[in-house]
């Protein structure tokens, strides 16, 4: 009876099997808060028959097309830790509470960074292409294009939980860490000098090692253009955990192949998923994986640990934790 007319719709599915939440947690949720009717969609039609009568939605994506017909909703959870390219106008000008899953993976996330910087600065995929071959001792391999980490300079585009645990681990291996915060004006631990979000001209011209870790905006789509590629280091290694469209792929492309950067590590691209026939692929320089750097073993059981926090919250009319900011869209 108490679960009749408060409706949770859960649209957290994709094609791709990782992506999918498990039934377990639904289950779970369902049987902690019986104020709820819990209804999980595996497809769009469904999500359309139940949109109209929700109260609370916990989702991937979400339309302004779709949000015409919400009428009832109250609260939006966002299953990923980004919403940059998700908001829409009407819902940021909505009194409907927005909410992500920020935290959950940035751990997870910061170690797939380093996956990447360390797996191109020793040549992994030089030796692992060899010992395919059964040669690991090629003089086809330049053995003094290793590089080392200590008192080399770490940029991180984006101070954020991510980019504090990058930090972390740069220190780790004696590197100097520079970045850039939107809150600039106060000093980070293991970060030796911070620059405010609008000027990443200072990180650029800094590093040896650059890692991407805003979300996805107006101001940092497409924010790695010619002019901030000029601006590195030749032989600059690049690494892109956050979103792809924040880097002009035509032009990473282009600085690869010239060597002016010297590798790059991507879990995004511009266009996802990749075409089989994307330029990427090609080049030795590039480590790529399928957008899968947020996930990891415990990312369910923490997104419901997540989510029964804040029913509770919601429950009982208190703020809801990892709001977005609606003016900064994220």
């Known amino acids: 009876m108490l679960r009749k007319n408060r409706i949770v719709l859960i649209s957290i599915f994709s094609k791709y099997r990782t992506w999918n939440l498990p039934n377990e947690i639904v289950k779970k949720l369902s049987n902690e808060f ?3 009717k819990f209804i999980q969609t595996k497809n769009k039609s469904e999500f359309l028959k139940y949109i109209p009568k929700t109260e609370i939605l916990l989702s991937f994506r979400f339309s302004a097309k779709d949000f015409l017909i919400a009428k009832k909703l109250k609260w939006v959870h966002f299953g990923g830790a980004g919403v940059g390219r998700i908001i829409f106008e009407q819902l940021l000008q909505s009194d409907v509470i927005i909410t992500k ?8 996330v910061a170690e797939m960074a380093w996956s990447f910087i360390l797996a191109l600065a020793k040549m992994l995929p030089a030796w692992l292409e060899n010992k395919n071959k059964g040669d690991i001792l090629s003089d086809r391999i330049n053995f003094f294009n290793t590089k080392s980490l200590f008192d080399k300079t770490l940029g991180i ?3 954020g939980n991510i980019g504090r645990n990058i930090a972390r681990i740069g220190k780790v291996f004696g590197m100097k860490i520079i970045g850039t915060r939107r809150k600039f004006n106060k000093p980070l631990e293991n970060v030796d000098e911070i620059f405010s979000s609008d000027n990443i001209y200072e990180v650029l011209k800094q590093s040896d090692f650059l890692v991407i870790a805003v979300p996805i905006t107006p101001a940092t789509d497409r924010m790695i253009g010619e002019k901030e590629f000029e601006l590195m280091k030749d032989g600059i ?3 892109n955990i956050s979103r792809g469209k924040i ?5 990473l492309i282009k600085y690869l192949k010239s060597g002016k950067v010297a ?6 691209i511009e266009n996802e998923p990749i075409a089989p026939d994307n330029e990427l692929y090609k080049l030795p320089n590039v480590i790529l994986t399928p957008h899968i750097a947020g996930f990891h073993d415990q990312y369910w059981e923490r997104l419901y640990e997540m989510l029964r926090a804040n029913f509770k919250r919601y429950l009982n009319d208190e703020e809801l934790t990892n709001q977005i900011n609606k003016q900064f869209r994220y």
């Open 34 to 36: 019986p104020e709820f």
């Open 101 to 108: 899953s920020a935290g959950i993976n940035a751990e997870v």
């Open 157 to 159: 585009i984006g101070l």
């Open 237 to 239: 290694f690049l690494v």
């Open 247 to 251: 880097i002009k792929e035509d032009l």
């Open 263 to 268: 590798g790059a590590g991507l879990d995004v």
